[in-house]
């Protein structure tokens, strides 16, 4: 039982000991993202203070569903981030991004199968913030953007959705 502690408890300290900016050039950020028509297990890097690269690879239940029904998503995004600014309690840099993804769908019902396959397109702005003095390197972003999903003889989805993000900053 120690020993579980102990490690424990060096983990917790050597997280809150790594610092990074959310924006410093080559900081590397893995978390979770979501937004209303996708979510997944996100992966940044920031090739300069104004330019990051994200992929998000989401809706990963494909082939694995109760239901009959499926998804999985892989989506690129390009984000151009502005200065980063700091108040009493955070630091905040606002960013537009750019996405190209791919998407799939699968559903089986009564024999039927039904499995479609789309490129998604969006573009959005947002807020990436981080609380002065709590874990270094912890930043949660909120945003807001377009998406569209266009399936073959199907029709499309999309719209204007909402999201946000988790990301821990290693430097």
């Known amino acids: 039982m120690k020993k579980l502690f102990f490690t424990l408890a060096l983990g917790l300290i050597s997280i809150t000991g790594v610092y ?8 590397f950020g893995v978390g979770l993202a979501w937004t209303s028509l996708n979510y ?10 104004s330019h990051t690269g994200q ?13 009959g029904a499926s998804s999985f ?8 981030n ?5 108040i009493d309690f955070a630091t905040w840099k606002p960013y537009l991004y750019g996405q190209l993804g791919y998407w799939t769908y699968k ?3 009564l024999g039927s199968n039904f499995n479609q396959n ?23 972003s909120f945003e807001l953007g377009y998406t569209n999903i ?3 003889g199907i029709g499309s989805i999309g719209g204007f959705n909402g999201g946000g993000g988790i990301h821990y900053y290693f430097n």
């Not at 998503?73 to 151009?80: F, L």
């Open 107 to 109: 559903y089986d019902f």
């Open 40 to 49: 997944g297990a996100s992966a940044k890097y920031n090739f300069t203070e």
């Open 150 to 152: 266009s399936f073959d």
């Open 82 to 86: 502005f200065e980063e600014d700091d």
């Open 73 to 80: 998503s892989v989506t690129g995004r390009y984000a151009y």
């Open 118 to 140: 789309s490129i998604a397109i969006g573009a959005g702005g947002g807020i990436e913030w981080g609380f002065n003095n709590f874990i270094d390197g912890l930043a949660f």
């Open 20 to 27: 990074a900016q959310m924006t410093e050039s080559g900081s």
């Open 55 to 67: 992929l998000i690879v989401g809706s990963a239940n494909y082939g694995f569903s109760f239901s």
